[in-house]
T-cell receptor, first 109, second 114 residues
Framework: EDQVTQSPEALRLQEGESSSLNCSYT??????LFWYRQDPGKGPEFLFT???AGEEKEKERLKATLTKKESFLHITAPKPEDSATYLC??????????FGKGTRLHILP | NAGVTQTPKFQVLKTGQSMTLQCAQD?????MYWYRQDPGMGLRLIYY???????DKGEVPNGYNVSRLNKREFSLRLESAAPSQTSVYFC?????????????FGSGTRLTVV
């Protein structure tokens, strides 16, 4: 069964304390690996798409990387406004996207 | 830029009542999707429509029906609501090949069934 697993489930960091979120997948036939940000009471907001191992994308304090079986979302010197749930999703052969359950990130001022 | 618009934003139903959740997108996307999001369960696909005139079941279709009214609109109907259908419902859309480009989501409908 195709699966996308995110870890940790929740993460509390001090402002400025860099860390990484993990997304591992047990599916084949990668067409796209997606990262979304979701704020409380809102829909997921698109952040990045990665297509092949070795690819990296950056946006402000966030950098997403991809290997053959994992993706990482690196957060450098986070600020309280980076607090949100971060969702990883995998697009495969059947043209549907499988979502992980997310990592709840809380940045303390 | 409206993107994906969902109505209503909040709804409370009594068990057995029916209702339709509305979704419209203005990006000329071919594919549209309905998800539900529950604590600890993540986003689960209910139904999707790969193109106008087609609909298919997703992971959790029981108790729901859908209608792709035209290219812009995709509605989700609960014929006889049950407490287990209390959830947050998200509509999403994508260009053809959602697995390549990802989805654009609406802001959600929070449904409580009592």
């Amino acid at each position: 069964e195709d699966q996308v697993t995110q870890s940790p489930e929740a993460l509390r960091l001090q402002e400025g304390e860099s860390s990484s979120l993990n997304c591992s997948y047990t599916v084949s036939g990668l067409r796209g690996l997606f990262w979304y940000r979701q704020d409380p009471g809102k829909g997921p907001e698109f952040l990045f798409t990665l297509y092949s191992a070795g690819e990296e994308k950056e946006k402000e304090r966030l950098k997403a990387t991809l290997t053959k079986k994992e993706s990482f979302l690196h957060i450098t010197a986070p600020k309280p406004e980076d607090s949100a749930t971060y969702l990883c999703a995998f697009g495969g052969r059947d043209d549907k996207i499988i979502f992980g359950k997310g990592t709840r990130l809380h940045i303390l001022p | 830029n409206a993107g994906v618009t969902q109505t209503p934003k909040f709804q409370v139903l009594k068990t057995g009542q029916s209702m339709t959740l509305q979704c419209a997108q203005d990006m000329n996307h071919n594919s549209m999707y309905w998800y539900r999001q529950d604590p600890g369960m993540g986003l689960r696909l209910i139904y999707y429509s790969a193109s106008e005139g087609t609909t298919d079941k997703g992971e959790v279709p029981n108790g729901y029906n859908v209608s792709r009214l035209n290219k812009r609109e995709f509605s989700l109907r609960l014929e006889s609501a049950a407490p287990s259908q209390t959830s947050v419902y998200f509509c999403a859309s994508s260009e053809a090949g959602g697995a390549d480009y990802g989805y654009t989501f609406g802001s959600g409908t929070r449904l409580t069934v009592v």
